[in-house]
């Protein structure tokens, strides 16, 4: 117990701290909207190009990994297509719930997987997050055109989102520098690797900023649903799927990990731009990233 302690807890009160920061305005309104893109355009990048290049890739159990997880983004797209034609939900309202039962904060998914398998881990949830993110851009636009009439799906503008997307283009710099053995001189890489340390860190302080408390107060059935999908379904089912899959030990962890992560806080900036739900958005991103705690204490022991 005293491990996940140690790798929650820290998690955990940066993630308060930074909400702390944002309602006292320090160090100022404009600050953190800032920062948080340079975190997500410079910090991340850099950690994810790094732990990528001087990684030793072992390719026995990447694939299956990256199959478990995006066979679980799958089936929980489908649970909720068929409780929506049950339960009826308001077009809107459903694109929302889909989030947030299918989307992943990177940040808290990095983090934990650092604070429990270091390095060696951070390449694996860096493999996931390059094959998953363009995944799910796919499958949310995918329902945003058909569940509203502002979600149309073009086949450019989603390759546009992935090339222009920073971390699956860190992943692709990281591991060609790998594959193909390409020499670094030492100063860059370390220079790379000191910028890097400060990403985890800023990523977390930039999820407790996001927080929105206030929203919480509008909880509808839509809000139980999407969270009770992603952070107690999705992780039984990505459970299920690695050990038909054959993963043990930190592959399998790290499947269950990235299954009872919180939903990301660009949900918002797809529902906004899209025609989904934003206050609800909002809701279930908070409501999620504050109960992942308790259901992370649950899971991570039993791993």
């Not at 006292?24 to 340079?38: E, G, L, R």
């Not at 546009?160 to 193909?180: Q, R, S, W, Y």
Request: glycine share 6%; net charge positive.
């Amino acid at each position: 117990m005293n491990y996940v302690l140690n790798a929650l807890l820290p998690i955990c009160l940066i993630i308060f701290i930074g909400y702390a920061f944002k309602h006292a305005k320090f160090p100022s309104t404009d600050f953190w909207p800032k920062m948080d893109k340079f975190t997500y355009y410079v910090l991340m990048p850099c950690l994810l190009v790094y732990e990528l290049a001087v990684a030793k890739i072992d390719l026995t159990y990447t694939v299956n990994l990256v199959l478990a997880s995006l066979f679980g983004i799958f089936i929980i797209l489908i649970i909720l297509v068929l409780l929506n034609l049950i339960l009826h939900f308001e077009n809107r309202a459903f694109t929302s719930i889909v989030q947030g039962g299918i989307r992943f904060n990177t940040y808290v998914f990095l983090a934990l997987v650092n604070a429990v398998y270091g390095g060696e881990g951070l390449v694996l949830a860096a493999i996931v997050i390059a094959f998953a993110i363009p995944f799910l851009n796919i499958l949310c636009i995918s329902v945003f055109a058909i569940y509203t009439r502002d979600g149309k799906f073009s086949l450019s503008s989603f390759f546009k989102t992935i090339v222009k997307n920073p971390l699956i283009g860190a992943c692709v710099i990281g591991g060609a520098i790998n594959a193909f053995g390409i020499p670094l001189p030492v100063f860059i890489l370390k220079s790379i690797a000191i910028v890097s340390h400060a990403a985890l860190p800023m990523g977390l302080l930039s999820v407790g900023v996001g927080l929105e408390l206030k929203y919480l107060k509008h909880a509808k059935k839509e809000l139980v649903v999407s969270s009770v999908a992603k952070l107690v379904i999705f992780p039984m089912i990505a459970y299920g799927l690695a050990q038909l899959m054959g993963l043990v030990g930190m592959s399998l962890c790290i499947t269950v990990i990235f299954a009872s992560m919180p939903t990301a806080t660009s949900a918002h900036i797809l529902a906004r731009e899209l025609g989904g739900d934003v206050s609800l958005m909002a809701s279930i991103t908070t409501l999620e990233t504050l109960a992942c705690v308790g259901t992370l204490f649950l899971i991570v022991p039993l791993l």
